[in-house]
């Protein structure tokens, strides 16, 4: 009877430890599966966050390529326009020298290219060109490349424009050519 007694025992703690050991089984499966299923979740987290990294990458790729495309097409206006104002230097020499010679030798001529000069005028103003070539304003060194002095006694006359041997032009208002132009000068000053 102590034996089987002993033994009685012996088996209780026995179930008792097997029982433990079954509900720590239990308790691990379950952690186990938790932890599964929060692994999961970070796996969907992870993929979402990779898939939106390379839409970012592919846009910013994408932009990229936009910018070269702009900074190019950039490029190819400026030269452009460089090419076009140097079209009008030269159409607006010939033309000038053109009015210049018109002007001491046929008057249907010179009237004829005043109004050629009226019609072309608007157009060179919608493209934001503006001559220099009026006689008679105060010389402005910024506008004005003084090539020669004409002396004069008269007062009001002084430091003025009085002939254009070249004139120059404004584009979208910064000085491109200045004109070259004589300047009056009162007898015994210096400009």
């Known amino acids: 009877m102590f034996f089987k007694k002993k033994e009685e025992a012996f088996f209780e703690r026995m179930e008792e430890k097997l029982k433990n050991l079954e509900d720590g089984i239990a308790a691990g499966n379950r952690q186990s599966e938790e932890l599964t299923e929060k692994i999961g979740r970070l796996q969907t987290t992870v993929q979402k966050h990779d898939m939106a990294m390379e839409d970012l990458l592919e846009e910013w790729e994408e932009k990229r390529s936009d ?12 030269q452009n326009e460089s090419r076009l104002l140097a079209l009008f230097e030269t159409y607006q020499e010939q033309f000038w020298s053109l009015k210049r010679f018109a002007d ?7 009237d004829q290219i005043a109004l050629m000069e009226q019609s072309l005028d608007r157009c060179r103003r919608l493209c934001g060109i503006d001559v220099i070539d009026r006689c008679g304003e105060m010389v402005d060194y910024d506008l004005h490349e003084v090539i020669q002095i004409t002396e004069t006694k008269d007062a009001e006359q002084d430091r003025r424009v009085a002939d254009i041997y070249g ?11 200045k004109a070259r132009v004589a300047v009056y000068q009162m007898t015994g000053q210096e400009t």
């Open 67 to 78: 910018e070269k495309v702009v900074k190019e097409r950039f490029r190819e206006l400026e």
């Open 104 to 110: 001491t030798k046929d008057q249907a001529w010179s």
């Open 167 to 177: 004139c120059g032009y404004l584009y979208r208002g910064k000085v491109k050519k």
